[in-house]
């Protein structure tokens, strides 16, 4: 039988779905992509009127509010020692090309709202804010803190939680809602790996290459500039007449080859789901040079490879399986080529293994390549049968009516930087994928979220520990 309290948030949040929607309309419009650093705004204007906005929201309902300089902020409600805190990010990706509808339009198409944040992670933010104010309405006496905390850095370094757990307190218990249904129970560990190599001089000579966002989306759109001698110009020239890549395009300029590929954004994480446009220009350039050059352009196509195999990193275990790894950025920077690789590895391996292993790897090459590590973020892992975990999949089957297993993710959640922290699920089937075009979720949804959300906090501040 339900429990009367459970039943009583849900209808709560069902009679204020439409406040839902309009707040989550607003949130979203909000173009919060990080730009550059002011006071009180360290992540850019639009992140400090996103975070003011939620602030706003709290201070109206009564929540006690806290604003940390910008980084983040958060709302609470409740006495006693045990704090549940929800972690949603207001911060989202840049947007790329392709987009039908506005970007930040928040724009309602058929049953789906549309717009960048609309999955990740501002839908699932407000639903989450709305549970929790559902719990204030309905049972505010429960003898715990509840806190909704809204992050600005989650995309780009997690500084805005490096900052919170600096002077705030941690949670009891914390989900994070962004990942999937019913939680993911381990994370893996996420390491930026930078490699460096000189620009190819000689007869097929690399002048420059640029393509990426940021490291945990494939990357979409790549250029490349080589400047080619007399030597050779007819063996490329024979090579240009039977080029195959539809998704490669070049021109001439003068004596330098101006080549430009498309490709499809993903995240990081899946970079198997997306289409490197990297890897498109490195294999486009392996196919025309003349052989003076084909080692060098193997060695960059290789790097691209999705398994790490390319820097001598792949690699998997029985809890999280395979490695992956994602050519995020590259950027010429004076006479060397700079290629940045987000690295997902499996949950039992060190980032300081990992790092060695592609070090000695990268000495097996024809070429110098130098290895900078710039970000190395550990895994999580909680038993199947922690009380966080068992409480978050028993409220998902009694919801859903589906019995799943805890997951295992290749993505970041704020999770992993928190203690005593999961992450939850979003969406659903036909919602859309984070870091794609077009990100999309279904209102219907948004609302059913928010309810779910309600349950799990209630069942959070209950249980015993």
Not at 250 to 259: G, Q, R
């Amino acid at each position: 039988m339900p429990d009367p309290i459970v039943s009583q948030i849900q209808d709560w949040l069902r009679a204020h779905e439409s406040e839902l929607l309009a707040d989550t309309q607003t949130m979203l419009r909000f173009a919060s992509i990080e730009g550059a650093s002011v006071p009180n705004a360290p992540f850019g204007k639009e992140n400090r009127e996103a975070l003011d906005f939620a602030l706003s929201l709290c201070d109206r309902w009564g929540f006690k509010t806290k604003d940390l300089e910008g980084f983040a902020g958060w709302g609470e409600f409740g006495s006693g020692d045990r704090l549940v805190v929800s972690l949603g990010h207001l911060d989202v990706v840049p947007v790329g090309e392709g987009w039908k509808h506005q970007p930040f339009g928040a724009e309602i198409d058929g049953d789906y709202i549309y717009s960048r944040g609309a999955e990740d992670d501002k839908g699932p933010t407000m639903a989450s804010l709305y549970a929790m104010r559902a719990l204030k309405e309905v049972c505010p006496d429960l003898g715990v803190r509840f806190r909704q905390v809204f992050g600005c850095d989650e995309e780009s370094g997690f500084l805005c939680v490096e900052r919170y757990m600096k002077t705030e307190e941690a949670p009891t218990l914390g989900i994070a809602p962004d990942s999937g249904y019913p939680c993911y129970h381990a994370e893996k560990g996420i390491a930026d790996l930078v490699t460096i190599v000189d620009l190819l001089k000689g007869e097929f000579e690399l002048l420059e290459v640029s393509g990426g966002q940021r490291p945990n989306i494939v990357i979409d759109a790549c250029e490349a500039n080589v400047r080619v001698a007399d030597s050779v110009r007819k063996h490329v020239d024979g090579k240009l007449a039977d080029a195959w890549d539809a998704n490669v395009k070049w021109e001439w300029l003068d004596d330098v080859l101006i080549v430009k590929a498309k490709g499809k954004a993903a995240h990081g994480s899946t970079p198997f789901a997306g289409d490197n446009a990297a890897t498109r220009v490195f294999r486009f350039l392996l196919d025309i040079a003349p052989l003076s050059a084909e080692r060098y352009f193997q060695e960059l196509l290789w790097l691209t490879h999705p398994s790490g195999v390319g820097l001598g990193i792949h690699g998997r275990d029985d809890v999280s399986q395979d490695l992956t790894s994602n050519l995020g950025i590259v950027e010429t920077k004076g006479t060397q080529l700079s290629l940045l690789t987000n690295v997902r590895y499996p949950v039992t391996w060190k980032g300081e293994e990992l790092a060695q292993k592609c070090r000695d790897f990268l000495k097996t090459l024809t070429h110098k390549f130098e290895l900078e590590v710039v970000r190395d973020s550990p895994s999580l892992y909680f038993p199947l049968d922690h009380p966080l975990v068992k409480t978050i999949c028993e409220v998902v089957e009694e919801e859903t009516g589906e019995t799943r297993a805890p997951g295992v993710m290749g993505g970041g959640t704020y999770a992993r930087a928190i203690p005593n922290t999961v992450s939850i699920g979003t969406g659903w089937e036909g919602d859309g994928k984070a870091h794609e075009t077009d990100e999309r979720l279904k209102v219907e949804h948004l609302f059913k979220m928010s309810r779910i959300y309600g349950h799990i906090l209630y069942r959070l501040a209950t249980v015993e520990l």
